[in-house]
């Protein structure tokens, strides 16, 4: 489910100060799984030496148009046929002019100009130039010729100035490389997540909440984004990034993430329901900082409106997923669950610490990178998934949510 996974991928890297970024980028890819190779001008090598790159990457770097491949053939042209995508980053106005006017005259824009595959532009450069009047038209040449451009950062940039120019972090163009290669099997959906923990305040300083550090929540955004859903990602407080390119809408309480979530649940087609929400709050709330002086006190707690019951109350022809971690009786437990609210499925997982007297079923899933889960469907189906990285458990629940939409 990696989806850049044994694809070919070249970084074409233009003679800019941020060049030194395309090595980490390179590094980034490889641990997709992918084949990286690398096509440098010869500015280029001004900023980052041909030999890094033939390091990192372990195959030859294409500097030279009128070079071969070891097979005679030549080397723009192979390259180009072999290609899944290409990323040019940092794009210097230079060669942004070059692409958009069909101008092929070194070892980068004449591969370029040969090549089928998705090309992704990353523009890097000096705010003035970025600016400029022609380097404008000529991003938007690119945009309609069908290039996807990676919209530079804005801040302090190495030439002393501040503003937009600053070549995007490499995180979030291996983020855009994942979206242009991934299927878009959820185009023209509507795609509703909660994620995060709630946070119930016993004073302004104090509160009741839980462990969850939104990751999976995230995961499944940032999945379903990738494969052309329209996503609204309703959050608790966590310490993320927002996945790229979707409505963020930001909580705390779980008085705020139901206002939130059924303010925007009408023109969902699928609701992911991922949040660990808060079942109690405070009857009261003190207005100041409780101080310390008794030995006991007593807090008096009310019940939160169930979000996900009244989900499946209102569901309608929506698909409607919810999570279940539990400490014990996992399948008894989300299938109840499953059945109370109304779900299509329940991803269930037992969460805590293993011990020597238990197997390997439970997982400290709670801030991890991994998740070791069970779907239980409505049909009654179970499926037992092994343990795996987060953003996997996003894309094994998205293939499942497209197979009951085949259904």
């Given at each position: 489910?990696?989806?850049?996974?044994?694809?070919?991928?070249?970084?074409?890297?233009?003679?800019?100060?941020?060049?030194?970024?395309?090595?980490?980028?390179?590094?980034?890819?490889?641990?997709?799984?992918?084949?990286?190779?690398?096509?440098?001008?010869?500015?280029?090598?001004?900023?980052?030496?041909?030999?890094?790159?033939?390091?990192?990457s372990g195959k030859p770097v294409y500097t030279n148009t009128f070079e071969k491949g070891g097979n005679t053939e030549i080397r723009h042209i192979q390259w180009a046929e072999e290609t899944d995508a290409v990323i040019v980053a940092p794009a210097t106005a230079n060669i942004i002019g070059k692409i958009a006017n069909g101008i092929a005259d070194d070892a980068l824009s004449t591969f370029?100009?040969?090549?089928?595959?998705?090309?992704?532009?990353?523009?890097?450069?000096?705010?003035?130039?970025?600016?400029?009047?022609?380097?404008?038209?000529?991003?938007?040449?690119?945009?309609?010729?069908?290039?996807?451009?990676?919209?530079?950062?804005?801040?302090?940039?190495?030439?002393?100035?501040?503003?937009?120019?600053?070549?995007?972090?490499?995180?979030?163009?291996l983020d855009r490389l994942i979206y242009c290669l991934s299927p878009k099997d959820f185009k023209g959906k509507k795609i509703l997540v909660t994620a995060g923990p709630t946070r119930e305040h016993i004073d302004p300083v104090r509160y009741i909440s839980n462990p969850s550090s939104g990751k999976m929540g995230y995961a499944i955004a940032r999945a379903a984004e990738h494969r052309g859903a329209d996503v609204t990602l309703v959050s608790g407080p966590v310490n993320l990034e927002p996945p790229v390119n979707i409505t963020m809408v930001n909580t705390v309480s779980a008085k705020d993430m139901?206002?939130?979530?059924?303010?925007?649940?009408?023109?969902?087609?699928?609701?992911?329901?991922?949040?660990?929400?808060?079942?109690?709050?405070?009857?009261?709330?003190?207005?100041?900082?409780?101080?310390?002086?008794?030995?006991?006190?007593?807090?008096?707690?009310?019940?939160?409106?169930?979000?996900?019951?009244?989900?499946?109350?209102?569901?309608?022809?929506?698909?409607?997923?919810?999570?279940?971690?539990?400490?014990?009786?996992?399948?008894?437990?989300?299938?109840?669950?499953?059945?109370?609210?109304?779900?299509?499925?329940?991803?269930?997982?037992l969460v805590g610490e293993r011990s020597d007297e238990e197997d390997d079923e439970k997982s400290p899933v709670f801030g991890m990178d991994t998740n070791k889960v069970?779907?239980?469907?409505?049909?009654?189906?179970?499926?037992?998934?092994?343990?795996?990285?987060?953003?996997m458990v996003a894309h094994a629940l998205l293939d499942r949510i497209a197979d009951l939409d085949k259904g």
């Open positions: 489910m990696k989806y850049i996974k044994d694809k070919n991928i070249v970084i074409g890297i233009s003679g800019g100060i941020a060049a030194y970024k395309s090595a980490e980028l390179l590094r980034l890819i490889q641990k997709q799984d992918a084949n990286v190779r690398v096509v440098m001008t010869h500015n280029a090598g001004y900023f980052v030496g041909p030999l890094t790159f033939e390091a990192l370029l100009l040969a090549v089928t595959c998705p090309v992704l532009i990353c523009p890097s450069m000096n705010t003035n130039m970025y600016e400029k009047i022609s380097v404008q038209r000529n991003i938007e040449i690119l945009k309609k010729d069908g290039y996807f451009i990676v919209e530079p950062a804005s801040g302090e940039l190495a030439c002393g100035t501040s503003g937009q120019g600053r070549l995007p972090e490499p995180e979030e163009i139901a206002k939130a979530v059924f303010d925007n649940m009408e023109n969902c087609d699928i609701i992911i329901k991922t949040a660990a929400v808060s079942d109690y709050r405070p009857k009261e709330a003190a207005k100041q900082k409780i101080k310390k002086g008794m030995d006991e006190i007593s807090l008096v707690l009310q019940k939160n409106e169930d979000i996900l019951f009244e989900l499946g109350k209102n569901k309608k022809n929506r698909v409607l997923i919810g999570f279940a971690a539990e400490t014990e009786n996992l399948e008894k437990n989300a299938k109840d669950k499953l059945a109370r609210k109304n779900l299509d499925i329940i991803v269930g997982n069970v779907f239980f469907f409505r049909n009654g189906d179970t499926e037992h998934l092994p343990l795996m990285e987060k953003d």
